[in-house]
């Protein structure tokens, strides 16, 4: 259920109501936009007559709300949300360009390749310091070491830190040394994890979609970490498991439009993932721009075919240098910003 307050509403009739309603046993979410103050009912909203709500002065009017993500929901928070990875700003018209290596292999290569992403016009460093693998005997990344490997980059080219975090016994190592938190798709229903997440991670999530998950739950799954105290969530489609095989998995684009109509929250596209191929990056990357995503994540490598981990999907530099130039002119059509 939402209270949608009158223009004239003023900061203690906000106060009141919120008072009012937490009586009742009810969690409430204030979101102050530009044109208007909306109160957001969390619980069980079946205890409130919303004529009661109705008759007070500063109230225009009560809706409720039938899907069961409330925080994500656009009807509780009407405008784009921003948020903030250590200065770079994804959503409301501001693109986070995310690119490096799917994992980080040694000092020289991850600096070169932070350097070189860097020169081309990416704002966040990304980089694997834990892998999860199909195959228990793949390469399953560094560890703590690359999370240090990664503050070196950092500190060479400024660029914020992004990588996946898969166990909640790291949480206090992430929130020292990363700037964006990734829930990767293998995890995107590990709720005891994303309770955790919500409660103590203190930086920005990336949660990426499931192999197989709806719309519903890939957002229900925000939902968990929004709930438990960390509101600045950024959804990541990074394909889907079909039928086809041809390619990794199959890009699901219309997830956009589809998002941006029901959610608040910031969506990310990571092309690499999707098709598995490092020629369809450039053609998916430019579409997702299109179609209106906030971003990108794109997995380059500087030496691909002795990556240790996907490289055939990953660009060389010089191709995410040429496909940088080709969004950059593609945002300032569509009227995003990047910094």
């Known amino acids: ?17 919120t008072k009012q309603i937490e009586k009742l046993g009810l969690r409430t979410s204030v979101v102050v936009g530009t044109d208007q103050t909306i109160i957001g009912l969390i619980g069980d909203t079946t205890i409130v007559d919303p004529k009661t709500i109705e008759v007070d002065e500063a109230v225009d009017h009560v809706m409720r709300v039938s899907e069961p993500y409330k925080l994500a929901n656009r009807a509780f928070h009407p405008e784009d949300t921003i948020v903030d990875v250590a200065g770079v700003k994804i959503g409301g018209g501001h693109l986070g360009l995310i690119a490096g290596p799917c994992s980080v292999e040694s000092k020289e290569q991850i600096i070169e390749v932070a350097k070189s992403v860097k ?20 390469f399953q990344g560094m560890g703590e070491n690359a999370l240090d490997l990664l503050l070196e980059a950092k500190k060479a080219t400024g660029l914020p830190i992004c990588t996946e975090l898969m166990d909640a016994e790291y949480i206090p190592l992430f929130n020292e040394k990363v700037d964006l938190v990734q829930i990767g798709t293998r995890n995107m229903q590990n709720y005891s994890l994303l309770k955790k997440v919500g409660r103590e991670v203190k930086k920005p999530v990336m949660l990426k979609r499931g192999l197989a998950s709806t ?30 095989t041809y390619t990794r998995n199959t890009l699901d ?49 500087n030496d691909p075919e002795k990556a240790l981990s996907d490289g055939p999907q990953s660009l060389r530099p010089d191709k995410y240098d040429s496909l940088l130039k080709d969004v950059k002119k593609l945002a300032d059509i569509f009227g995003k910003k990047y910094e």
């Open 119 to 138: 020169q081309s016009g990416a704002n966040i460093l990304r980089g694997g310091a834990f892998k999860p693998r199909t195959s228990p005997y793949s």
């Open 253 to 301: 684009l219309q997830a956009i439009p589809v998002l941006k109509r029901i959610t608040h929250l910031p969506i990310i596209i990571d092309p690499s993932h999707a098709g598995g191929k490092w020629w369809l990056v450039d053609p998916m990357a430019k579409a997702s721009i299109a179609a209106g995503c906030d971003g990108l994540m794109i997995e380059v490598h």
């Open 1 to 17: 259920m939402i209270v949608v307050l009158k223009p004239t509403a003023q900061k203690n009739d906000v106060e009141r109501l």
């Open 215 to 244: 719309y519903e739950e890939w957002i229900m799954a925000a939902e968990y970490i929004m709930a438990n105290g960390n509101p600045n969530v950024i959804l990541c489609e990074r394909g889907i498991r079909t039928f086809e």
